[in-house]
């Protein structure tokens, strides 16, 4: 199986920064019809999981564009820019590539 | 408005079957894959199966041999069993829909507490 790779457990930041979240697959998510089949996620208390990102740098309906997916092959990266309170919470990489799909381990944004 | 909600028993007895509802609106079962993920404090997040919107079944080999997803379309439901439960499959147990043209999650449930205890 595909294995994600999100090296940080946690980031700090403070409102109003960038900051940047790694995955590294085990195999290239790049399909035959030219899109990566990476998609970003975002959980916070409370509320229900939600998609931010999908083949790797496109927003879904309604995310903000602070949002940035970005990469290719094995290497993605979700940047958000002028960090907001509100996106402090867990993000997790998924892909849907080969089955089993497969998540990394999650990255858990906090304040500084 | 699109809306999944799961409904399970909270706790299930080591060896025991494990049922779980997910109850949809806002949208028809026919035209996504309904997928089940669940979250553990072992293994994270993992991806135990779907149904695809002509009622067919994939599932992680993983679980294959004790996991069983079915629907009701005329109740907009979704159902997960899983059978011989071990304490490791202590967790939260989502229901997440999943647009087949691009194998999006666009939508989840709040998820369904499950503690395996006996």
């Known amino acids: 199986q595909i294995t994600l790779t999100q090296q940080a457990e946690s980031l700090w930041v403070s409102p109003g920064e960038k900051v940047s979240i790694t995955c590294r697959a085990s195999?290239?998510?790049?399909?035959?019809?030219?899109?990566?089949?990476l998609s970003w996620y975002q959980q916070r208390p409370g509320q229900t999981t939600k998609a931010l990102i999908y083949h790797a740098s496109i927003r879904t309906d309604g995310v903000p564009t602070r949002f940035i997916g970005s990469g290719s092959g094995t290497e993605f990266t979700l940047s958000i820019e002028d960090v907001q309170p509100e996106d402090i919470a867990l993000y997790y990489c998924?892909?849907?590539?080969?089955?089993?799909?497969?998540f990394g381990a999650g990255t858990k944004l906090e304040l500084k | 408005q699109v809306q999944l909600k799961e409904t399970g028993p909270g706790l299930v007895q080591p060896t025991q079957t494990l049922s779980i509802t997910c109850t949809v609106s806002g949208f028809s079962l026919t035209s996504y894959y309904m997928q089940w993920v669940r979250q553990t404090p072992g293994k994270g997040l993992e991806w135990m199966g779907f149904i695809r919107s002509g009622g067919s079944t994939e599932y992680n080999s993983e679980f294959k041999s004790r996991l069983s997803i079915s629907r009701d379309t005329s109740k907009n439901q979704v159902f997960l069993k899983m059978n011989s439960l071990k304490t490791e499959d202590t967790g939260v147990y989502y229901c997440?829909?999943?647009?087949?043209?691009?194998?999006?999650?666009?939508?989840w449930g709040q998820g369904a507490s499950v503690t395996v205890s006996s």
């Open positions: 998924l892909q849907t590539l080969k089955k089993p799909y497969t």
């Open positions: 997440a829909r999943l647009r087949c043209y691009d194998y999006v999650m666009d939508a």
């Open positions: 195999q290239s998510l790049l399909y035959t019809d030219g899109k990566h089949y």
